[in-house]
């Protein structure tokens, strides 16, 4: 690599990032450089290893201002969308990464939940994780988008993300946690929005989802998702899937056995 590759590929980088751009890849940078792969790769190197620029995947890099250098890569609400883009992939931050954005600020998680239609492996960027869960029926959930310093994040509707929080409640902490997410939400959700939302997921989830609202004290939300579930539902489920019901309590309104305790984190 010549000396001043390195500092071509600075000024590149700058350039794009005073246009708005804040993502690139190896083949456009190389493209810009007019040099070869090897030279390329060792100018991103250099950069990286100076925290100006990370890669959350393969070819794929992300400009690091100064102040997200500690954090090692941007927030991923500030990459994913271009991310997804770049792969062609449909996607929306959901569970536990979309409640907070409808103001369920207590349950910070640790890692940012984009929901995909096949799963995917973790992606790792410094100190930033994006998991990945995979949604049968991804098309049909409602979203909205939501501004970000670097653009747009695409993020599943408070109705939509109150029914994947209960249909993915082991990705989501468990059921009191599930239960605390659910008492922030509550007041915020449409009754006729929940069952369009509901209609994209088993009936299964929303016979818990129900259940749930009304022990958290959110059961005008639900009165309508009632309906939805006396039409739709045939069986009995568990509030608790894979637990013992051997016992459980009965509700008749929600075709399920309350087999387990609920005690809402706050």
């Known amino acids: 690599m010549s000396e001043s590759t390195a500092p071509r590929a600075r000024d590149v980088i700058a350039d794009l990032a005073a246009r708005g751009r804040h993502h690139f890849t190896s083949s456009e940078l190389r493209s810009a450089l007019g040099v070869s792969g090897a030279a390329a790769r060792q100018a991103l190197s250099r950069l990286a290893a100076k925290g100006e620029i990370a890669s959350p995947a393969r070819g794929f890099y992300v400009i690091v201002p100064p102040e997200y250098r500690r954090l090692g890569c941007l927030p991923a609400d500030q990459f994913v969308p271009a991310l997804m883009a770049h792969r062609n992939v449909r996607y929306y931050a959901g569970l536990l990464s979309a409640a907070q954005y409808h103001g369920a600020a207590h349950h910070r998680p640790?890692?940012?939940?984009?929901?995909?239609?096949?799963?995917?492996?973790?992606?790792?960027?410094?100190?930033?994780?994006?998991?990945?869960?995979?949604?049968?029926?991804?098309?049909?959930?409602?979203?909205?988008?939501?501004?970000?310093?670097?653009?747009?994040?695409?993020?599943?509707?408070?109705?939509?993300?109150?029914?994947?929080?209960?249909?993915?409640?082991?990705?989501?902490?468990?059921?009191?946690?599930?239960?605390?997410?659910?008492?922030?939400?509550?007041?915020?959700?449409?009754?006729?929005?929940?069952?369009?939302?509901?209609?994209?997921?088993?009936?299964?989830?929303?016979?818990?989802?129900?259940?749930?609202?009304?022990?958290?004290?959110?059961?005008?939300?639900?009165?309508?998702?009632?309906?939805?579930?006396?039409?739709?539902?045939?069986?009995?489920?568990?509030l608790l899937p894979g637990a013992d019901a051997a016992g459980a309590p009965r509700s008749k309104d929600w075709r399920l056995f309350a087999n387990a305790g609920i005690e809402a984190d706050a």
């Open 110 to 238: 640790q890692e940012f939940q984009a929901v995909v239609e096949r799963n995917r492996p973790a992606i790792v960027c410094g100190a930033v994780r994006v998991a990945f869960v995979a949604r049968r029926n991804l098309a049909a959930v409602p979203v909205e988008r939501f501004n970000t310093p670097r653009g747009t994040v695409l993020v599943s509707t408070v109705e939509a993300t109150a029914v994947d929080l209960v249909g993915y409640m082991h990705r989501a902490g468990g059921l009191d946690r599930v239960a605390g997410v659910l008492s922030e939400l509550g007041e915020d959700m449409d009754p006729e929005r929940l069952v369009e939302a509901s209609q994209a997921a088993s009936v299964l989830w929303a016979q818990r989802l129900g259940y749930l609202l009304e022990q958290v004290g959110a059961a005008d939300g639900a009165v309508l998702l009632k309906a939805h579930v006396r039409q739709r539902a045939r069986n009995y489920t568990k």
